[in-house]
């Protein structure tokens, strides 16, 4: 979602409507107000592909129970539409490139990446056993629409979501307990996507347009900084989801549980955007036999997996490469498990050998191609880079990598107090979100929630007459 008044002013006529509409037709009210909004946000082309996708996927899960070629028949079609799509838009794109199409273009519909693994995960559980086909087509649509998690997720399992459609009509809108329990979500959200993301998003693309004036320290600080912006920048998105969410009774999963606190590889991706990795546990590890055959049989479905996520948020040689680094992580990671080098996975060192190598791999996610992944990569390495280690590190116009000294002061005590929260998070087994309102009633959560949306206002990126930027996983 993009965060415009118009999105607010949408967001409390929907709350008002719902409030007001007797419960069974509820579920009516939140599709009509999902349809309307993936129509102002993704346009003709992105109403059309969910549409399709789902009315597609409700009628093959009609048929898929028990019988393995339609439910072949049915992956198959997901699978084509997702990668096929997105392969052919990366084939116009570079044919493009090298002006062979002219003025041809294959845009990839907003969400695409997220609803074609819901309907997957939906034909999935319906073959195996675990649910019953919907019959309610409504609220079918309901479960691939959803405005909240529509465009970039958490990627949610049916049977989950349909269970709470049952009781929207006990829904109270106007709970004060549920709008400060929703707040805190919100509030957290707007936090890390405008006083972090969207700051260090500046430095970051300010870096990109020009590597080679830049030291290798300085280097390394800017794969830190979007190793911290890229986590800002998505679980603000989903705390914000997982907050109008549960204004509307529905609740999302919970898709970071402060992941750079991981101690190995393995933690981490239990962590970082858990609505995806269960679901490559769940429908591609496990199904290609898992850790059931043999150590070799392992690592080769671990690769597997991995290759597949790269490629599902992207189609190209540096997302390949970032997926091909966390396997190799993953690998080394459950081979030195049960070594003396164990304590490498463990503790504080774990921690810290996880965040570099984690960080290292976000380069290549970063990277606009694999060739300037590498020279990023070389640059940071003082043998192979020309300038100063501090290049580029200073003040020219009252700008250090496009970003003033004010707000370089206000980033740096964002993250500081981001660690923090994350630390506290971690020692009590939570979500951050959370630690914000812990122990506090409704009164004080909304003195404390106030104060916090009003250091947003008052310190928020956009503050500085700078465009909102859309969300980093709108492009997957």
């Known amino acids: 979602m993009t965060l415009q008044i118009t999105t607010v002013t949408f967001l409390i006529i929907l709350l008002i409507a719902f409030q007001l509409t007797p419960g069974r037709y509820r579920r009516c009210v939140l599709l009509f107000g999902s349809i309307v909004y993936i129509c102002f946000e993704g346009g003709l082309l992105g109403i059309a592909a969910v549409t399709l996708v789902t009315l597609i996927t409700w009628a093959l899960g009609r048929v ?61 559980d319906i073959y195996a056993g675990r649910i019953e086909p919907e019959k309610d087509i409504l609220s079918f649509a309901l479960y691939m629409m959803f405005f909240p998690k529509w465009m970039s997720g958490p990627i949610e399992r049916a049977g989950t979501f349909m269970e709470q459609l049952q009781f929207q009509g006990k829904i109270r809108a106007y709970s004060f307990h549920r709008i400060t329990h929703a707040a805190a979500y919100i509030v957290w959200g707007l936090v890390l996507k405008f006083l972090i993301a969207d700051k260090l998003a500046i430095v970051v693309d300010s870096a990109y347009d020009d590597l080679t004036v830049l030291g290798p320290v300085v280097l390394f600080l800017v794969s830190v900084l979007y190793t911290i912006q890229i986590y800002c920048d998505f679980a603000g998105y989903t705390d914000i989801a997982i907050g109008i969410s549960k204004l509307f009774g529905i609740d999302l999963t919970k898709n970071f549980r402060t992941p750079y606190m991981a101690e190995n590889i393995t933690d981490f991706w239990r962590r970082w955007h858990i609505s995806l990795s269960s679901f490559l546990k769940d429908y591609i590890y496990i199904p290609l036999g898992g850790n059931r055959k043999g150590a070799l049989r392992k690592h080769l479905n671990t690769v597997a997996v991995f290759v597949v996520c790269g490629l599902w948020h992207g189609i190209g040689l540096s997302f390949l490469a970032w997926g091909l680094l966390h396997a190799f992580y993953s690998i080394v990671t459950s081979l030195i498990k049960s070594t003396r080098l164990k304590f490498l996975t463990k503790g504080t060192v774990g921690r810290v050998i996880t965040f570099l190598l984690v960080n290292f791999a976000w380069i290549f996610f970063r990277a606009g191609s694999l060739r300037q992944a590498l020279m990023f990569a070389k640059n940071m390495i003082p043998l192979f880079n020309g300038n100063e280690a501090l290049a580029g590190l200073g003040f020219q116009n009252g700008l250090m990598l496009g970003l003033s000294e004010v707000n370089w002061y206000i980033v740096f005590i964002c993250i500081i107090t981001l660690w923090v929260m994350d630390y506290v998070a971690s020692k009590r087994d939570t979500i951050t979100p959370m630690v914000l309102i812990a122990g ?27 465009e909102i930027r859309q969300f980093v996983y709108m492009n997957f």
């Open 64 to 124: 898929v129970s028990g019988r393995k070629r339609a439910f072949v028949a049915a992956i198959s079609f997901l699978v084509l539409v997702l990668f096929g799509w997105k392969i052919l838009a990366y084939i116009v794109g570079r044919a493009d490139m090298a002006g062979l199409t002219g003025a041809l273009n294959l845009p990839v519909p907003i969400g695409l990446s997220f609803f074609t693994f819901q309907a997957i995960s939906y034909i999935s």
């Open 440 to 466: 506090l009633s409704d009164n004080r959560r909304a003195v404390i929630l106030a104060t916090v949306l009003s250091l947003v206002l008052l310190f928020g990126e956009y503050g500085c007459g700078a």
